[in-house]
């Protein structure tokens, strides 16, 4: 029973963050869903803008603050290490459903881009973030990311082991595609509100600071293997890479 409902918790959190991922399309697109960065709760603008910042605060300090190894090693004291990461899932998720309920708009447009193709390219460059930073979840272990690979473990009676990541497809190119493709997803507006550019601004700064956060713990548990994988990989702007990559280390690397 107790490994039923381990296994239950692990697969709710991720069929919420499920839920959670395709409101988000909605929500930074602007279509389909109710509330969305153009469409939230009217107010003044002083107001808009602290609220905002605030509700982006709080999804940034929860998913930063809980994907610190020290922060797993005492958390795990509380809870079972199986339902660690789905844990960490469903606090995630609730963070963003608090941030689309109480989002308030902001309406003045920055930009307009009215040229039809040069709408379709913005709308290309979203739904390409979109699927960049979907397709680079299983490049990584789309399960083991989202907590489903520990429950199931856990539901076979078999502990959990860390993955080695090989390095592949656009992690060759780039250490962290799943970064960029948010980013490009959060700017690729055809029409740029000052919401839509709060929203975006914030968050590409979270993500900038959340990457040094996440360098600096796979550095301390990898060492010199990582150090050589940031060495010859550039982090989210592709160049050249700065040596051959074709043995490149395998490596344990899940963003947080």
């Known amino acids: 029973m107790k490994r039923l409902l381990t296994f239950g918790y692990g697969a709710a959190s991720y069929l919420l963050f499920v839920v959670t991922f395709?409101?988000?399309i909605g929500f930074v697109g602007g279509f389909v869903v109710p509330r969305t960065v153009d469409a939230g709760?009217?107010?003044p603008v002083g107001e808009a803008v602290i609220v905002n910042l605030l509700l982006l605060s709080v999804f940034a300090v929860q998913h930063s603050v809980m994907a610190r190894p020290a922060f797993k090693r005492w958390w795990t004291r509380i809870i079972p290490q199986p339902i660690e990461r789905s844990t960490y899932v469903l606090l995630s998720n609730l963070a963003l459903i608090l941030l689309y309920w109480q989002?308030?708009?902001l309406p003045a447009v920055v930009w307009n881009v009215e040229s039809t193709a040069g709408r379709l390219i913005l709308w290309a460059l979203f739904w390409l973030g979109w699927a960049t930073v979907f397709g680079s979840t299983?490049?990584?272990n789309h399960f083991d990311l989202f907590g489903l690979r520990q429950v199931w473990l856990n539901w076979r009676g078999k502990p959990y082991s860390n993955i080695d990541f090989r390095i592949v497809l656009l992690y060759r190119v780039l250490r962290h595609p799943l970064m960029l493709g948010f980013i490009v997803a959060f700017w690729a507006a055809p029409t740029m509100t000052a919401g839509h550019l709060l929203f975006a601004g914030v968050s590409t700064a979270y993500?900038?600071?959340?990457?040094?956060?996440?360098?600096r713990d796979l550095v301390a548990a990898l060492g010199d293997r990582y150090r050589d994988y940031r060495h010859r990989v550039p982090m989210l702007v592709p160049w050249p890479h700065r040596g051959d990559s074709g043995a490149a280390p395998r490596i344990r690397h899940r963003p947080a």
Do not use: P, S
């Open 22 to 24: 395709l409101y988000a």
């Open 41 to 43: 709760v009217t107010a």
């Open 103 to 105: 989002w308030r708009t």
């Open 138 to 140: 299983f490049m990584i």
């Open 207 to 215: 993500i900038l600071i959340a990457i040094q956060l996440e360098e």
